[in-house]
């Protein structure tokens, strides 16, 4: 399967900063990695009102 490549926004750098628990930046983090092997990885949904736009949970956070 062919790699992707995944860019953060630099908005969204700074929401990753802002969350309290380290432990919880990484787990983003990690899933955000992850979308580069599988970017439709199990548990993602397709947004609705867009053609091609899904998203993953890790927590309470939607990563987009």
Sequence with gaps: MAEYRV???S???K???AVDA???RRRIVARI???A???RAQGSEKLAGYAD???VRQ???RII
Excluded: H, N, T, V
């Design 7 to 9: 860019l953060i926004k």
């Design 11 to 13: 908005s969204a750098a």
């Design 15 to 17: 929401e990753i900063e």
């Design 22 to 24: 380290k432990s919880e």
């Design 33 to 35: 990695r992850a979308l």
């Design 37 to 39: 092997q599988d970017p």
């Design 53 to 55: 736009r899904y998203r």
């Design 59 to 61: 927590g309470r956070f």
